[in-house]
């Protein structure tokens, strides 16, 4: 299994620009979490979806955040218009149980700079 | 609000001892904990769960204990290797019938020196 796939693994924009990060799940895993790391804040959970579904999108900071999932394989979180203060780890990870009581496998991370 | 603490100080232990690190948090005890390892670069690696009803388990040379009156968790890894130097992430999960979502500890970074 090639684990969970993130794309790009760095991205360097400018601000005002917007962003596109991509995460392919495991496939068979059904629910699907994106999460922001940063040295100040630590790993933020930021949503999660179930089946496809947006379950909880409470940690979403702004409404130049946003995130979807059109199919079991697929997701990605924009962040429109980008800022500095958005740089960090964008991680992506999913499990196979509705929730987080399982195992959560995580990707490799997309590391954003924003200028 | 849920509040989680881990040392914030780097942990440096000699190979072959016993490595602890410790996770506090300051509310409601969560129905499951979780531990994981970050590699520098990389994202978190599960390594263990214990519910609340449990108060220890082990896995190889990993134990984790859970105290809810101490509202505290303790992380031991036993005969510590230079490959066990990474950043132990503690994670709370309040549970299914919680509202809130899982939150995670800023980290423990852990150095074995040969």
């Known amino acids: 299994d090639a684990g969970v796939i993130q794309s790009p693994r760095h991205e360097v924009t400018e601000m005002g620009q917007e962003v596109t990060l991509r995460c392919k799940p495991i496939?068979?895993?059904?629910?699907l979490f994106w999460y922001r790391q940063t040295m100040m804040r630590g790993l933020e959970l930021l949503i999660y979806f179930n089946n496809n579904v947006p379950i909880d999108d409470s940690g979403m900071p702004e409404d130049r955040f946003s995130a979807k999932m059109p199919n079991a394989s697929f997701s990605t979180l924009k962040i429109q218009p980008s800022e500095p203060r958005d740089s960090a780890v964008y991680f992506c990870a999913s499990s196979t149980l509705a929730g987080h009581r399982d195992t959560q496998y995580f990707g490799p991370g997309t590391r954003l700079t924003v200028l | 609000s849920q509040k989680i603490e881990q040392n914030s100080e780097a942990l440096n232990i000699q190979e072959g001892k016993t490595a602890t690190l410790t996770c506090n948090y300051t509310?409601?005890?969560?129905?499951?904990l979780q531990w994981y390892r970050q590699d520098p670069g990389r994202g978190p690696v599960f390594l263990l769960l214990i519910r609340e009803n449990e108060k220890e388990k082990r896995k190889e040379r990993l134990k984790v204990t859970f105290d809810t009156t101490l509202k505290q968790s303790l992380f031991h890894i036993t005969a510590s290797q230079p490959a066990d130097s990474a950043t132990y992430l503690c994670?709370?999960?309040?549970?299914?019938?919680?509202?809130?979502?899982?939150?995670f500890g800023s980290g423990t970074r852990l150095s074995i020196r040969p």
């Open positions: 509310n409601y005890s969560p129905a499951y």
């Open positions: 994670a709370l999960d309040p549970g299914y019938s919680s509202a809130s979502k899982i939150i």
């Open positions: 496939s068979g895993h059904n629910s």
